[in-house]
């Protein structure tokens, strides 16, 4: 179990299936970080090393950042890695009970989740419906190295702008928030039965190739509601000018000077 809940033993395994994955170990203290730090510069990330999503989870910037995160870090082991820009490409998928692949699908995301808790950010994301040949490759070898059998599995990699792939971290589970939903539409198919069925020694039915492009948009409800008020302050101002203009007593109409909605 522990490559499979330990950030830093995740990486170990990455690393055994020869995939780059972000300079980073476990920190004990402000030397050991700073050790690091020295040799990858800021910024930085501090997570739990056994952690869930983005629960609890920074980007560290500079030494007074540092100094403060020591000062307020909860009780527990803290993975420090390098900050790597770029965007989260997940290969998603099942596995049978020998660990052959019997369903793949990947997806591309607008963001990081440390991104969406930390800053505040709406997030989008959606499927690929053919996964590019350098992901398929890492992912399978990745895989094949932490040996899951009878599994969901979603593996998340940095595309940097240079195109390059590196591992993040691996959870042995379906993605979260609308992710099977968008499995079943994507392929016309209904994964929570095949898992079922896998289960039970029955044979699956799922297709090979997905026959849709698929997506998901997630707005906080604060940030919906602020964009509801300007859009109504743009509406009421248009609408203010226009009684205005055809009363004469505005030379231009809102639309003529510019404004819109």
Known sequence: ??????????KE?????????????????????????KKVGYPVVAKPDNGV???????????????DFFKTKPEMDYIMEEFIQGEIHSFNGLTDKEGRVIFLNSFIFSSG????????LNIFYHSQ???PMDLKEMGLRALKEFNLKERFFHLEFFRTEDGRLIALEINVRPPGGF???????????DLY?????????????IPGSPSYYCGYVGIKKHHLLRRLI????IYWSIKAQLLLYSQGLLETTPLSSGIRN
Not at 1 to 10: F, R, T
Not at 13 to 37: H, K, M, N, Q, T
Not at 113 to 120: A, F, G, P, T
Not at 193 to 205: C, P, Q, R, S, W
């Open 1 to 10: 179990m522990e490559p499979l809940k330990y950030k830093s033993k995740m």
């Open 13 to 37: 395994v990455f690393v055994r299936a020869g995939i780059p994955v972000a300079r980073g170990r476990v920190v004990e203290d402000l030397e050991s970080a700073e050790a690091l730090i």
């Open 53 to 67: 999503g983005a629960a609890h989870t920074y980007r560290i910037n500079n030494k007074n950042e540092l100094v």
């Open 113 to 120: 989740i440390m991104e969406v808790v930390n800053e505040d």
């Open 129 to 131: 419906k053919e996964i």
């Open 179 to 189: 992710s099977m939903d968008i499995f079943n539409y994507q392929n016309d198919a």
């Open 193 to 205: 039965k095949e898992y079922a069925k896998l289960v039970m020694n029955h044979e699956t039915e």
């Open 230 to 233: 300007r859009h109504m302050d």
